[in-house]
């Protein structure tokens, strides 16, 4: 069975930081990502990483969010940094199946940025 389970979000002042962990299990993945929804607005792509490392990001968190991945442990990392308040929403993980591309979505984590 698989499982996508982040951690790490919360609420921060604008200007801070937040790291978000997402733990899969129950297959072997192929790129994995961080989507995000904000109240009243469509999910939307914030990052992605390839399994050989190759990353995207949504212009919007360029230069301030970093992906990352540990194929070892099965888990996606995304380093937030220089929060803003229009950066809050849920937070959600995604990964590809290695050979079907299937989607798979974690629970979501809510990340909060105050002004």
Known sequence: QVRLVESGGGLVQAGGSLRLSCVASG???????????????????????????????ADSVKGRFTISRDNAKKTVYLQMNSLKPEDTAVYYCNALHFVSSYDYWGQGTQVSVSS
């Open 27 to 57: 297959s072997i993945f192929g790129t994995m990502g961080w989507y995000r929804q904000a109240p009243g607005k469509q999910r939307e792509l914030v990052a992605n990483i390839s399994r050989g490392g190759s990353t995207n990001y």
